[in-house]
């Protein structure tokens, strides 16, 4: 089980549990707002994007090369953005926390 | 080659050129193919605009059959970004429970009703249906207005097998008008009454505007919506271990419907003015000149897509650009999915088979390139699980 919390636009911070599925299908399914993941985690819509904090990035690792295509479309990326449909939720990403990027 | 199958014409121009020429209306258009510069043409707005004489920006181009503009599918940002902030609640109904509970019910209804017929021509008796019934569910207006737009055929602006149709699209214009009418007349909770009852910008939306909202939500889910829906049905027909397998995996559903929008492309490009000389694919492209983003070419590239002319039907990465790209990604989108998710729901739990009996295939010409898009007709024999 990892205890995730997301920090939306508006500053809301929402502390989810979970222990399967990917960060954007916790956060749709608990109406994160800014996370819509329209194309269900394909790597098509980019409309699940968060920022990962500095100290967090080895443990979620950098996104690869179909995400950055993506992500490179996005205003508001930048070398701490992830798509979070390509993030699975593990035991590793307890205590973490993500800022909605839009 | 399959029955289901749709070839990719594009290949051979997008390796060697990256673009393709075609004649419209006296307003040519050069089509981008590969799939990184569509995305890039699609969301550098500056250069390739939207914001120009209604019907200009689409191909065929429709200015000769409307004045009004489409809203908010015709403006650049930001004022494009201000309507769609506007009108995107609305356009994202689709997830909600209830919604999704009155779409699957239209769905299985029309799908028992085509078990007991047995065979079917899909467009006229299933696609077309569907697609009208279910658009009673966005604009939230009674079902029985669903019968009046199954009776204008596939595509609103077009007569069938015709070039545009200036007198069809008058009469959706009337039709709009006088729903608008009604709707200032005797408000209610339907979509045009959440229009006219909008606050854009410390306003009201005018006439006008409303009318642009609509028009582009008719016209932006017919035949796109119904070629869908119909090729979803010859593929499934010819591969029914596809059925069989939603019905043991369900959870890949979601990533079918995203692998049927990418193959099928149900609308083939959408055109661009070109602001200022500028180059595309290392290819000179004039101001006032028109482009156009080839979805369906984009969604081929094999630079992108591992075996791009077949459908993997839980393709993990799958960076299509169906629903189009960046700002003026697909509006009517959230009800689309909705539509094809359920539909491939119900058809794994209620139909066991299907054949292809006959068919006629709806090839589009753009210049050099035919592209298969969907049917004409196609009539196919269904058999209960």
């Given at each position: 089980m990892a205890k995730i919390t997301f920090i939306t636009q508006e500053n809301e911070r929402i502390i989810l549990d979970a222990d399967s599925g990917s960060v954007m299908e916790l956060a749709v399914a608990n109406n994160v707002d800014g996370i819509d993941g329209d194309c269900g985690g394909v790597c098509s819509c980019g409309t699940c994007h968060v920022h990962v904090y500095p100290e967090d990035m080895p443990k979620i690792g950098r996104a690869g090369k179909f995400e950055k295509d993506t992500l490179e479309f996005d205003d508001n990326a930048n070398e701490y953005s992830r798509l979070s449909c390509q993030i699975p939720i593990s035991e590793a990403l307890d205590g973490i926390e993500f800022k909605v990027a839009n | 080659m399959k029955k289901s199958e749709l070839t990719d014409p594009f290949g051979d121009s997008r390796l060697k050129k990256g673009y393709g020429q075609i004649h419209d209306q006296n307003d040519p258009v050069m089509m981008i193919l590969r799939h990184n510069d569509v995305r890039k043409s699609a969301h550098d707005y500056k250069h390739f605009s939207s914001e120009t004489i209604p019907g200009r920006i689409v191909v065929p181009s429709e200015v000769n059959i409307r004045t009004t503009r489409q809203i908010p599918f015709e403006l650049d940002p930001p004022l494009h970004g201000a309507y769609r902030t506007l009108i995107e609640p609305w356009f994202k109904r689709p997830l909600e429970p209830e919604y999704q509970n009155k779409l699957i019910a239209q769905i299985a209804t029309n799908i028992e009703a085509i078990l007991q017929e047995g065979t079917v021509e899909v467009i006229a008796d299933f696609a077309l249906p569907l697609q009208s019934r279910a658009l009673t569910l966005l604009l939230n207006t009674p079902h029985t207005e669903a019968e009046k737009w199954i009776s204008w055929g596939t595509h609103v602006f077009r007569s069938e097998g015709e070039a545009l149709d200036g007198n069809k699209a008058t009469m959706l214009y009337d039709y709009i008008d006088t729903e608008i009418d009604r709707a200032i007349e005797h408000p209610s909770d339907d979509m045009y009454s959440f229009l006219l009852d909008a606050n854009f910008e410390g306003r009201k939306l005018n006439r006008e505007e409303v009318k642009g909202v609509m028009v582009l939500t008719f016209a932006g889910g017919r035949d796109t919506v119904i070629n869908a829906v119909t090729n979803t049905i010859a593929y499934l027909a010819e591969h029914p271990e596809t059925l069989e397998r939603f019905r043991e995996e369900p959870e890949i559903i979601g990533k079918a419907v995203e692998e049927f929008i990418r193959y099928f492309?149900?609308?083939?490009?959408?055109?661009?003015?070109?602001?200022?000389?500028?180059?595309?694919?290392?290819?000179?492209?004039?101001?006032?000149?028109?482009?156009?983003?080839?979805?369906?070419?984009?969604?081929?590239?094999?630079?992108?897509?591992?075996?791009?002319?077949?459908?993997?039907?839980?393709?993990?990465?799958?960076?299509?650009?169906?629903?189009?790209?960046?700002?003026?990604?697909?509006?009517?989108?959230?009800?689309?999915?909705?539509?094809?998710?359920?539909?491939?729901?119900?058809?794994?739990?209620?139909?066991?088979?299907?054949?292809?009996?006959?068919?006629?295939?709806?090839?589009?010409?753009?210049?050099e390139f035919k592209r298969k898009v969907g049917y004409n007709h196609i009539k196919v024999k269904c058999n209960r699980r």
């Open positions: - | 492309s149900p609308l083939t490009q959408m055109g661009r003015i070109v602001t200022e000389d500028t180059k595309v694919c290392a290819h000179a492209a004039k101001a006032d000149s028109r482009i156009s983003l080839c979805w369906a070419s984009a969604n081929r590239d094999d630079q992108v897509f591992e075996n791009p002319n077949d459908i993997v039907i839980d393709r993990k990465m799958n960076p299509h650009v169906g629903f189009g790209f960046s700002h003026h990604n697909c509006l009517g989108a959230t009800h689309a999915r909705q539509i094809l998710k359920l539909l491939l729901k119900v058809l794994a739990d209620k139909v066991g088979s299907m054949e292809i009996l006959d068919y006629s295939e709806n090839i589009e010409e753009w210049g």
